[in-house]
Structures are given as structure tokens and as C-alpha cells.
């Protein structure tokens, strides 16, 4: 059964720092490139960041590039996202998935269809 538990979220104050972590099981994540995405309430969920399979290219979201890095372990299964100068409009669930083909710029990249219960930022100011 494929599962996804993304975990690290919490209350920060704006400009500070969180890191994220997603662990994948059920199927083998390490061929796919994964990424993070967001939803704040009242919204579509949006991409922030992806990775490659390899661990190497990253692709990030104009609105975190800069603040947000994406990392991950193939060993472990799992994938990371360490975010820095937090602000209130990056409050919103987390979660993390795989991709189906890499990002394209422009367009929300495709995803699996399961997704994990996903993880609260709260950011204050």
C-alpha cells in the first residue's frame, strides 16, 4: 500500500526556520523525482519544489527560491524540504509527493493521486 507521511511542521515566527520530512513506503520512490507542494486554506494546492530521482537537479517555485531547500535519500526513502525566512503567506498544509516526469516551467507538475495527511507551517508576524 503506497503511503506517504510527511512530518516537522509547527508555529514559527516570520523569518525563522523549519524542516520538513516526508517518508515513502509501498512503492519505490528513489526512480521518481518528488516534490513539495502547499496548500493554504481556500486554495488550490500549489507547487513548491521538486527533486530528481538522482538527488542532484532541484526546481523551486519563484516564491521560495532562495528561502526553500529540497533534499532527499533514496537509502531512507524520504525527502526533505528546509525552509529559512519563513513568512505568514508560506502558512499552509505540506505534502510531499511523487512526480510523474519532471517540472515543467509554467505548468503544476503531475502527481501521483495518493497523497499523506501532510503537515502544518504556521507562520506568525
Known amino acids: 500500500q503506497v503511503r506517504l507521511v510527511e512530518s516537522g511542521g509547527g508555529l514559527v515566527q516570520a523569518g525563522g526556520t523549519l524542516s520538513l520530512s516526508c517518508a515513502a513506503s509501498?512503492?519505490?520512490?528513489?526512480?521518481?523525482?518528488m516534490g513539495w507542494f502547499r496548500q493554504a486554506p481556500g486554495k488550490e494546492r500549489e507547487f513548491d519544489a521538486a527533486i530528481r530521482w538522482s538527488g542532484g537537479p532541484t526546481y523551486y517555485a519563484d516564491s521560495v527560491k532562495g528561502r526553500f531547500t529540497i533534499s532527499r535519500d533514496n537509502a531512507k526513502n524520504t525527502v526533505s524540504l528546509r525552509m529559512n525566512s519563513l513568512k505568514p503567506e508560506d502558512t499552509a498544509v505540506y505534502y510531499c509527493n511523487a512526480l510523474i516526469g519532471w517540472v515543467l516551467p509554467g505548468t503544476p507538475p503531475k502527481t501521483f493521486n495518493v497523497w499523506g495527511q501532510g503537515t502544518q507551517v504556521t507562520v506568525s508576524s
Open positions: 509501498g512503492r519505490t520512490y528513489s526512480n521518481y523525482p
